[in-house]
DNA sequence: CAGTGAGCGAGCTTCCGCTTGACTT
């Protein structure tokens, strides 16, 4: 429809997303069309053997579906014009899709490379004069990457399957991203609290200077930083405990202090850089208590907005013209002394082919409330607005005023020094617009002269407790993977959700990460088995190794090779790893845990992960399916076997809770009646089972016996059950439940019931649909 | 401390990194 290109044919640009296709349309005019890809549009196929490693790690790209639409809709423009403009991102994979856009579309007008990091007037027209060609060591990287991706994760995960447990993946961004969440969870079931003890003294002078004891006899007194998750004291450090606080607290009382030393110092604070994806996602959590994935979803409705700029970044820099934009701001709010002389300049961590774009930042500054906006875009925008103007003010500045006081006290006698100290501030600077919740407004303090003597108006012993290190949130995970350089800014949100699909969980209303018991089994068959694989170097070599294609010493296949078969001095090489593995190790000699020894038997209770099963388990249980009847992590003593729920917490697991699951109920309990027969539930051997009349049916197992009701279980009760007699053969047709799940039977012939399907309403119809299907179903796409 | 039900079929799961949709009210 709109083809007006009749006349003239004119070149196409192509760009990857379409909120830069009108921009950048406007930049260029009439003279020329600009379509967007949508990302990637090809992948290497996701499943078995979509590398032939065996021929120099070669593969073959594949169309997705939507990916087929939008190479057709190219397609068609290509056709009627001049030639074909690659402006996708001007990072490595931005050079891949550059190239896959050639391959799939395979131009025969002439074809050229741009990049521009900022869509301005002045970037994109000087891209346009300044055409380049597609780099073929930049996508040789871009595939390395991708295989390299796809070998790890494809070659560990089955791997999993037959040690662990079904349907787990490993991977090299999600595996270390687990392993923090476990390691973390270990280290707060390794904490040991601290009591210690701090004295606070108040001079008696009009205002309120209140001053800290540092050093009893020249030791210093421990504070939380000296003091260690096990509770040890970094010396010289040591722990004042309360009765000598007290004691010392009677006698400071007593005395007066008397000022031995008071230093003034210049206080400065430079603003926040601006914002990258995962500094904002990390703001956002703990400004509004958003989630990383609809903290993501609102910053992309803020881009379609034209609001902000494209949020998924990892660099803060500014481009020219915003930085000018944002000191403009700054000066009309605050006047011309607000800002430094020249505007501050921001810069990636890493200087790589990786970042291809800006800051998050307002699209147009000048903009400072939007409307129509719902209250969570508008408290975003304004954070973002505000952390961007702010980004180009002047430090905050006052001065630092630190007083040494020395006290002796008599009773117990002992020579002490206190300190106090306080800033003024005299130029806000950046923290007139933006401040976090640690910059608080800091308290004056005058200067002293040395030599004056205080009085005491007041002691006051305080009492501390040292904490367990936090559980990640989302955000702070985000946060520690990009310190490792772990993911991208378009994978944080991502990852997170992956990560909760098995192995993390948070308790209601809370973010807090914590491992599921499979999440636990998962990482500490990792880290015995693949732990150079989850080691938190692995990707920032891998990049290394990668710059090294780029540059063009190294390539695709001595990187590949090195990875997967031959291997390096240190590192066998992937397939001889996991031969080693799936040889060597005997899942019945690991456990995830060693709760403890039962008291009477002596047995050792352990944690165990639970063995294969059919249909996938949801951790908040939502889609269990009842014709699971095992799986379940459990807990295994002498021939006792409980199962616990995933996401039970590691410091649950004790030798109290494993006894009260291991000896609650041996014994059944009716639950009812089914058809004329009693029904009754009991824990055996092999987990939790029903007992009706004669039979015994399993039940899933992590039923709670004690409180299941028969209408819970009824379904479960109606199997085997016979559907009629197959009119064409003349055979009974019946639907069962078995090991791997639901399925139905005719003469021996089986087919499985499809999980969508509820097994209570399969009919003789249903079956005999069934069984007319191929025996090999067809896994689609 | 320990004799606690019964057991028929075997296909599939998985990676990371780019992008936006589209069910309805």
């Known amino acids: 429809m709109n083809k007006r290109n009749t006349s003239s044919s004119r070149p196409l640009v192509i760009v990857e997303s379409p909120n830069k296709v009108s921009t950048i349309s406007k930049i260029l005019g009439d003279g020329f069309t600009v379509k967007a890809s949508y990302g990637h549009f090809a992948d290497i196929p996701a499943k078995r053997g979509s590398i032939d490693t065996a021929k120099n790690f070669t593969a073959t790209y594949v169309l997705s579906k939507k990916g087929q639409e939008i190479i057709d809709m190219l397609r068609d423009e290509l056709a009627t014009a001049s030639e074909l403009i690659l402006a996708t991102d001007g990072d490595r994979e931005g050079e891949m899709i550059a190239f896959l856009l050639v391959e799939f579309l395979q131009p025969t007008v002439p074809v050229s490379r741009i990049v521009f990091n900022s869509i301005t007037r002045i970037e994109v027209l000087a891209a346009l004069d300044d055409r380049k060609q597609i780099r073929p060591t930049l996508v040789e990287a871009a595939r390395t990457r991708r295989y390299l991706d796809y070998l790890y994760g494809f070659s560990v995960s089955p791997v999993l399957w037959s040690k662990v447990r079904g349907n787990l993946g490993a991977g090299r961004v999600q595996s270390p991203a687990l392993r923090m969440v476990v390691e973390r969870e270990k280290e707060r079931l390794a904490f040991v609290e601290t009591t210690y ?218 020579w002490c020094v206190l300190t106090a100290s306080g800033t003024t501030i005299v130029e806000p600077g950046h923290r007139r617009l933006y401040s976090t919740p640690e910059d608080e407004e800091p308290t004056p303090l005058a200067e002293f002269t040395v030599g004056d003597v205080y009085a005491v108006s007041a002691v006051e012993v305080k009492e501390h407790v040292t904490r367990p290190p936090a559980r990640y949130t989302e955000a702070s995970l985000i946060r520690a993977l990009e310190a490792q350089e772990i993911g991208r800014p378009s994978t944080y949100a991502p990852i997170i959700q992956s990560l909760r699909d098995e192995y993390v969980w948070s308790k209601r209303g809370d973010q807090a990460l914590i491992p599921t018991l499979t999440g636990v089994a998962v990482q500490q068959f990792l880290a015995e088995c693949f732990p150079s694989l989850i080691d938190y170097t692995f990707t920032r070599e891998m990049e290394e190794e990668l710059d090294s294609i780029v540059e063009g010493t190294a390539t695709l296949v001595d990187m590949l090779s090195k990875f997967y078969s031959r291997g390096d001095g240190h590192w066998p090489g992937l397939v001889s790893v996991i031969d080693d593995v799936e040889k060597s190790y005997k899942p019945a000699d690991h456990d995830v845990l060693v709760i403890g020894v039962h008291p009477e038997t002596g047995d050792p209770i352990v944690l165990k992960p639970g063995r294969s099963f059919a249909g996938k388990k949801s951790v908040r249980g939502t889609r269990s399916r009842p014709s699971r009847t095992s799986g379940s992590p459990y807990i295994k003593c002498g021939s006792r076997n409980v199962a616990v729920p995933d996401n039970t917490e590691l410091s649950q697991l004790t030798v109290e809770f494993a006894l009260t699951l291991l000896n609650t109920p041996t014994e059944a309990r009716i639950v009812g009646e089914h058809n004329g027969e009693e029904v009754s539930v009991k824990v055996g051997p092999y987990g939790p089972y029903a007992t009706v009349g004669s039979r015994s049916v399993s039940l899933p197992a992590d039923t709670d016996i004690a409180t299941v009701s028969l209408a819970d279980i009824q379904p479960l009760l109606t199997f085997p059950r016979s559907l009629g007699v197959d009119p064409v053969s003349g055979d009974e047709v019946f639907v069962k439940r078995g090991r791997y799940g639901i399925y139905v039977e005719r003469a021996g012939d089986t087919r499985p019931v499809p999980a969508e399907t509820d097994p209570t309403t399969v009919t003789l119809e249903v079956a005999l649909e069934l069984l007319a299907r191929p025996k090999k179903a067809r896994g689609k796409r």
């Open 197 to 414: 003890c701090g004295i606070e003294a108040t001079l008696a002078i009009d205002a309120q200077v209140v001053a800290t004891l540092r050093t009893i006899d020249t030791v210093p007194v421990a504070k939380s930083d000296d003091i260690d998750d096990a509770g040890s004291v970094a010396p010289p450090a040591q722990l004042l405990l309360l009765p000598d606080a007290q004691q010392l607290a009677a006698a400071l009382q007593e005395t007066s202090l008397t000022v031995a030393n008071s230093k003034t110092e210049a206080y400065s604070r430079k603003p926040r850089r601006p914002y990258t994806t995962s500094d904002l996602l990390q703001d956002i959590y703990s400004r509004l208590k958003i989630g990383a994935s609809l903290a993501q979803v609102v910053m992309n409705q803020l881009h379609e907005k034209g609001l902000i700029s494209y949020p998924r970044t990892d660099s803060p820099a500014l481009s020219g013209v915003a930085m000018a934009a944002a000191r403009q701001q700054a000066i009309e709010m605050f006047g011309a002394t607000c800002v430094p002389d020249k505007p501050r300049l921001y810069f990636p961590k890493r200087k790589s082919a990786q970042e291809a774009h800006e800051a998050i930042r307002p699209s147009n500054l000048s903009l400072r409330h939007p409307k129509g906006l719902s209250a969570q875009q508008a408290a975003v925008y304004d954070m973002v607005w505000r952390r961007t103007v702010a980004s180009q003010m002047v430090n905050t500045t006052g001065t630092t005023v630190t007083v040494t006081l020395h006290a002796n006290t008599t009773h117990p006698e002992h």
